[in-house]
């Protein structure tokens, strides 16, 4: 089991920054096992994959959107995932969610945290409940 709370959400002007924080509590899980991802959802629109990270070694990968603006990184002394968010944009608003799945991986970490994001969060298996982002113009 995983439990995910998200904090930092607010309403920002469009160029301006914001980092939104994901709690993770894991009982039994280890960080070998564990992939942390960020999704977000504007009104009409599908979800959409953000950001994702391997605990194990904090490997990122970002959707294209976000590459450059974004980093999503792990405290792993207080079991915090983060998404620094700079430059941000109206497109950027939306209801933003952390995710977790558990699961032993042999193929390349890299290419799934890539089909995480590509899959729209399908394959996670706990979710917070969101925090809402909205960029202003």
């Known amino acids: 089991q995983v439990q995910l709370v998200e904090s930092g959400g607010g309403s920002v002007q469009a160029g301006g920054s914001l980092r939104l924080s994901c709690i993770v509590s894991?009982?039994?899980?280890?960080?070998?096992?564990?992939?942390i991802g960020w999704f977000r959802q504007a009104p009409g629109l599908e979800r959409e994959g953000v950001a994702t990270?391997?605990?194990?070694?904090?490997?990122?990968y970002y959707a294209d959107s976000v590459k450059g603006r974004f980093t999503i990184s792990h405290d792993n002394a207080n079991n915090v995932v983060y998404l620094s968010m700079s430059n941000l944009k109206p497109e950027d608003t939306g209801m933003y969610s952390c995710?977790?799945?558990?699961?032993?991986?042999?193929?390349?970490?890299?290419?799934?945290?890539?089909?995480?994001?590509?899959?729209?969060?399908?394959?996670?298996?706990?979710w917070g409940k969101g925090t809402l982002v909205i960029i202003s113009s």
């Open positions: 995710a977790a799945v558990v699961v032993a991986r042999q193929g390349p970490t890299a290419d799934f945290l890539k089909v995480l994001v590509l899959n729209r969060g399908y394959g996670m298996d706990y």
């Open positions: 990270i391997y605990l194990g070694s904090g490997e990122p």
């Open positions: 894991r009982n039994a899980a280890s960080n070998d096992d564990t992939y």
